[in-house]
């Protein structure tokens, strides 16, 4: 069973950044690792992803160039730096994990994952 715990969510002013971690409880090799987020009234999207096996990532169009995923294999680690933060990232952020081989694209569905961290919540105020 991994535990998955994430921090770094706060409030910040429109154009603000930010940086998520999620430290998982054991080797994060074989695994894919993705960050996913949650508005009020919205469905859980997903956002980034990341195959510690490839090294590839992937990102949503809606934070593709703001956000980037990063991992720290030997922290067992996973980031998420948000940068060009707006008020409609507003969100509980989630970080999840499956001891899974495939594509990363396939990382960013929510029904692959089968463990899941409590959530931070990031705040963007204009």
């Known amino acids: 069973q991994v535990q998955l715990v994430e921090s770094g969510g706060g409030s910040v002013q429109d154009g603000g950044s930010l940086r998520l971690s999620c430290v998982a409880s054991?080797?994060?090799?074989?695994?894919?690792m993705g960050w996913f987020r949650q508005a009020p009234g919205k469905d859980r999207e997903g956002i980034a992803a990341?195959?510690?096996?490839?090294?590839?990532?992937t990102h949503a169009d809606s934070v593709k160039g703001r956000f980037t995923v990063s991992e720290d294999n030997a922290k067992n680690t996973l980031y998420l730096q948000m940068n060009s933060l707006r008020p409609d990232d507003t969100a509980m952020y989630y970080c999840?994990?499956?001891?899974?081989?495939?594509?990363?694209?396939?990382?960013?569905?929510?029904?692959?994952?089968?463990?899941w961290g409590q959530g931070t919540q990031v705040t963007v105020s204009s």
């Open positions: 999840a994990a499956v001891r899974v081989q495939t594509w990363v694209s396939t990382c960013l569905l929510e029904n692959v994952y089968n463990y």
């Open positions: 990341y195959n510690v096996d490839w090294g590839s990532t």
């Open positions: 054991e080797d994060i090799s074989h695994y894919c």
